[in-house]
C-alpha cells in the first residue's frame, strides 16, 4: 500500500486530497493544525488507512518532531497543500501589509521547504519518491498581471525553492514538482472561482499518481498542462 503524507488535510484541496487517496487505497498520514477540530477530517479517520497528526508547519520543531515519529516510514508521496492567502485588500502597491506578508512567507515557503527537509529521508527510501508544492500560477513571473504582492511573491519564492531541491535531491531518486490546483472554490479562491474542489483534485489525483523522474523540476497545472516560470 503506498504512503502519501499531505498537509493542510483538515479543509478545501487538502481534505478533498486525503478523501481521494484514501479510496484510491493509498495509506494518508493527514496533517492539520488543529485535526481535533476539524469534524470533517475526523470522520475520514475512521478509515483505518487514514491517520491524523496535528501539524503547524509554521513550527518548526513540530515538524521535526513529526518526522521522528515516522521515522522508519516510506511516504511515497508528500504533498505540501498547507499554504495562506493573507489580508486579499492589502496587496497592492503603496498599500501592502508587511506584517502580513511575513506570516504568508512563513505558511508558503519556509513551512513547505522545511517539512522537505524533514521528510526528504522518508521519501527517498519509498518506491515512488515525488514531492509536490500545491504552488500556484500567481507565482509565475513570465505571466504575472502586477497586485496580489503578498501572496504571489511567497508562491514564485517556492517556485524557486522546488528548482533548487529538484536538483539538489535528484542523486537521492526523488522527484520535485510545483503544481497549480487553478482557480478553485475554497474559502481562498471564492465561490465565483472557475473550478469545483472535485475538479480540481480529481485533476491533481491523475498528475500526481503518474508522475516520474522525468518530471523532475516541472511546474504543472491540476490538468497536466505545463506552467512557465
Same mark, same amino acid.
Given at each position: 500500500?503506498?504512503?502519501?503524507?499531505?498537509?493542510?488535510?483538515?479543509?478545501?484541496?487538502?481534505?478533498?486530497?486525503?478523501?481521494?487517496?484514501?479510496?484510491?487505497?493509498?495509506?494518508?498520514?493527514?496533517?492539520?493544525?488543529?485535526?481535533?477540530?476539524?469534524?470533517?477530517?475526523?470522520?475520514?479517520?475512521?478509515?483505518?488507512?487514514?491517520?491524523?497528526?496535528?501539524?503547524?508547519?509554521?513550527?518548526?520543531?513540530?515538524?521535526?518532531?513529526?518526522?521522528?515519529?515516522?521515522?522508519?516510514?516510506?511516504?511515497?508521496?508528500?504533498?505540501?497543500?498547507?499554504?495562506?492567502?493573507?489580508?486579499?485588500?492589502?496587496?497592492?502597491?503603496?498599500?501592502?501589509?508587511?506584517?502580513?506578508?511575513?506570516?504568508?512567507?512563513?505558511?508558503?515557503?519556509?513551512?513547505?521547504?522545511?517539512?522537505?527537509?524533514?521528510?526528504?529521508?522518508?521519501?527517498?527510501?519509498?518506491?515512488?519518491?515525488?514531492?509536490?508544492?500545491?504552488?500556484?500560477?500567481?507565482?509565475?513571473?513570465?505571466?504575472?498581471?502586477?497586485?496580489?504582492?503578498?501572496?504571489?511573491?511567497?508562491?514564485?519564492?517556492?517556485?524557486? $525553492?522546488?528548482? &533548487?531541491?529538484?536538483?539538489?535531491?535528484? =542523486?537521492?531518486?526523488?522527484? !520535485?514538482?510545483? %503544481?497549480? @490546483?487553478?482557480?478553485?472554490?475554497?474559502?481562498?479562491?471564492?465561490?465565483? $472561482?472557475?473550478? &469545483?474542489?472535485?475538479?480540481?483534485?480529481? =485533476?491533481?489525483?491523475?498528475? !500526481?499518481?503518474? %508522475?516520474? @523522474?522525468?518530471?523532475?523540476?516541472?511546474?504543472?497545472?491540476?490538468?497536466? $498542462?505545463?506552467?512557465?516560470?
Amino acid at each position: 500500500m503506498p504512503t502519501t503524507l499531505i498537509t493542510g488535510a483538515s479543509r478545501g484541496i487538502g481534505l478533498a486530497l486525503t478523501e481521494r487517496f484514501a479510496n484510491e487505497g493509498w495509506r494518508v498520514i493527514a496533517c492539520a493544525r488543529t485535526p481535533d477540530k476539524a469534524k470533517a477530517l475526523a470522520a475520514l479517520a475512521e478509515d483505518d488507512r487514514v491517520s491524523t497528526h496535528g501539524l503547524d508547519v509554521t513550527h518548526h520543531d513540530d515538524i521535526v518532531n513529526l518526522a521522528a515519529t515516522l521515522d522508519g516510514t516510506p511516504i511515497d508521496l508528500l504533498i505540501n497543500n498547507a499554504g495562506i492567502y493573507g489580508d486579499k485588500n492589502r496587496q497592492s502597491f503603496g498599500d501592502i501589509d508587511y506584517a502580513s506578508w511575513l506570516e504568508v512567507l512563513q505558511v508558503n515557503l519556509l513551512g513547505p521547504v522545511k517539512v522537505a527537509e524533514a521528510f526528504a529521508t522518508h521519501v527517498a527510501t519509498s518506491d515512488r519518491k515525488i514531492i509536490a508544492m500545491l504552488s500556484s500560477q500567481m507565482g509565475s513571473i513570465t505571466e504575472t498581471a502586477g497586485g496580489g504582492y503578498v501572496y504571489r511573491t511567497s508562491k514564485a519564492a517556492l517556485n524557486m $525553492a522546488v528548482k &533548487s531541491m529538484a536538483e539538489d535531491l535528484k =542523486g537521492r531518486g526523488i522527484t !520535485l514538482v510545483a %503544481l497549480h @490546483p487553478g482557480w478553485v472554490q475554497t474559502d481562498m479562491g471564492g465561490a465565483n $472561482a472557475a473550478l &469545483s474542489v472535485g475538479q480540481s483534485t480529481a =485533476g491533481l489525483y491523475r498528475v !500526481l499518481t503518474g %508522475l516520474g @523522474p522525468a518530471d523532475n523540476g516541472r511546474f504543472l497545472q491540476y490538468d497536466g $498542462a505545463e506552467i512557465p516560470w
